[in-house]
């Protein structure tokens, strides 16, 4: 069981290819990993320390599973760190075309827990943004960039638009709270960070506890130790493509 006060575990420094979950998704002729290297993880902010080897991944040898796929990231200050940029590297890794679409232009600054993390580049604003023009949608989590996007209409409209035409979605931890705003939640088998799970069930969804849980084109985990399952089944939705409709 999640321990709910301590929302977020994950390694204090990583390789984001680690976390990508991008094993499969090079061609079988790829060079082999070029190194091993030690990494630090804390599974919460009090508990002991441990090293343990991360590989890192030639993400020069990308494959074409979403070649000619545009994928929106939507985001806003205070997502977690891990969950944007692991998903992010894993799509661009498998050739897609990868925009951080932002209430603001400019950069966001993400979050390792209660850290301030990297800022990463805006492509586009909501204003900016049309759903039309995309592909997939991925969301996110942290506590701060969900929450900002739940209370902005034109986010939950953005949103929206790519489960009104069947268009897949990927969301992660408290992604989905943009998701239950959107309406999208309903009759549908999803998972988060387990303190939204109330949420969830509130909005007409089904909960349950598992790291990745696919929905008629609907992705969701729960965590940062989910990510390459995550990234995994994100993947091949995207590369699936349009699902019946789906929004409430």
Sequence with gaps: MLDSANCHAWPVVRSLSSLAGLDGLVHATAPPASKQ????????????????????????SMNTTLQNKKIAILAADGFEQVELEGPMEALKAASADVKVVSLKPGKITGMNHTEKGTPVDVDLTVDEADSADFDGLMIPGGLYNPD?????????????????????????????WVLIEAGIVEG??????????????????????????????????????????FNRKMIEEFAEGIHPAAVH
Excluded at 155 to 170: C, D, L
Excluded at 212 to 222: F, Y
């Design 148 to 176: 900002a996007l739940r209370s902005t209409p034109e986010a939950v409209e953005f949103a929206k638009g790519f489960a009104e035409v069947g268009k897949p979605i990927a969301a992660i931890c408290h992604g989905p």
């Design 37 to 60: 290297v030690e990494k630090r993880y804390r599974a919460g902010p009090n508990a002991q320390r441990r090293a343990i080897p991360y590989r890192v991944t030639n993400l020069h």
């Design 188 to 229: 549908r088998r999803v998972t988060s960070w387990p303190a939204i799970q109330t949420d969830v069930r509130n909005a007409g969804g089904e909960w349950v506890d598992e790291e990745v849980v696919v929905d008629n084109g609907l992705v969701t985990s729960r965590k940062p130790d989910d990510i390459p399952a």
